[in-house]
C-alpha cells in the first residue's frame, strides 16, 4: 500500500486553467504539506494542515489554495495557472520529525 | 541569507572513494536536522537524522556543530549506487506547531565507476 499516494502523476495544461492536485495519506499523520520543486531543483514549502487548520502559509500566490476534507487528505487547487507555475508538486506527510513524501506530480504549463 | 546553505556540486568522485558535503544553517533556533536523498525525478526520502554527538549510519556518518551552525554528511567507500542529490533539511519550531521541513538546495553526487 502506497502511503503517501498523489493524483495525477503529471499534469499538462494551458495558461489560464484551473486545476487540483489531489493527495492522500494511509500514515495517520496529523499534518501534510505540499511543496514546490522549480526547474533549479529548490524544494520550498507552500502549505502545511494540521487537523484541518491551516498552520502555515508561504507566500504563495492566492491562486494556490489547499483543501483538506479530511485528516488523510490535503488537496491542492490552483485558479488561472501560469507558465511559472510549472514544477513539481510533492504532498507529504507527518507526525512530527519524519516526513513520508509522495511520488510528486509534474505539472506543465504551456 | 539563506536558509540553508549547500554546494550544488556537482561532485564526481571514483568509486570507493571517500566524499564529504557541508551545509550551513542561518536559524540558530533550529532544532532538528536531517540528511535527505533524493535521486532523478524522485521524491526526497530520509537518509539519516543528524545528531549532536555525531551518529553512523554504515558507510555514513552525520555530525552537527551547533556553535558553527553546520551540518556534515560523510560517505565513505562510495557505490555507484550512491548517486544521488543529498538535501541537507532542517526544522524550526515557532509558537504554533512544527514550521515544516527547510531544504538546502541539494549537493550532486555523481560516483564513476
Known amino acids: 500500500d502506497t502511503a503517501v499516494s498523489q493524483t495525477p502523476k503529471y499534469l499538462v495544461t494551458q495558461m489560464g486553467n484551473d486545476k487540483s492536485i489531489k493527495c492522500e495519506q494511509n500514515?495517520?499523520?496529523?499534518?501534510m504539506y505540499w511543496y514546490k520543486q522549480d526547474s533549479k531543483k529548490f524544494l520550498k514549502i507552500m502549505f502545511s494542515?494540521?487537523?484541518?487548520?491551516?498552520?502555515i502559509n508561504e507566500t504563495v500566490p492566492n491562486r494556490f489554495s489547499p483543501k483538506s476534507p479530511d485528516k488523510a487528505h490535503l488537496n491542492l487547487h490552483i485558479n488561472s495557472l501560469e507558465l511559472g507555475d510549472s514544477a513539481v508538486y510533492f504532498c507529504?506527510?507527518?507526525?512530527?520529525?519524519?516526513?513520508?513524501f509522495g511520488s510528486g506530480t509534474r505539472l506543465t504549463v504551456v | 541569507r539563506k536558509e540553508v546553505e549547500q554546494d550544488p556540486g556537482p561532485f564526481n568522485v571514483p568509486e570507493g572513494a571517500t566524499v564529504a558535503f557541508n551545509c550551513t544553517y542561518s536559524?540558530?533556533?533550529?532544532?532538528?536536522f536531517f540528511w535527505y536523498r533524493q535521486d532523478c525525478r524522485k521524491e526526497p526520502k530520509l537518509l539519516m537524522s543528524?545528531?549532536?554527538s555525531g551518529n553512523e549510519d554504515g558507510r555514513f556518518t552525520a555530525q552537527l556543530n551547533r556553535a558553527s551552525q553546520y551540518i556534515s554528511l560523510l560517505i565513505r567507500d562510495s557505490k555507484l549506487s550512491d548517486s544521488a542529490t543529498y538535501l541537507c533539511v532542517v526544522i524550526g519550531y515557532s509558537g504554533g506547531g512544527a514550521d515544516g521541513l527547510t531544504f538546502g538546495k541539494g549537493t550532486h553526487l555523481i560516483i564513476q565507476p
Open positions: 500514515l495517520g499523520h496529523d499534518t
Open positions: 543528524v545528531y549532536s
Open positions: 507529504a506527510s507527518s507526525p512530527g520529525r519524519t516526513y513520508t
Open positions: 536559524n540558530s533556533a533550529s532544532q532538528s
Open positions: 494542515y494540521n487537523n484541518k487548520e491551516l498552520i
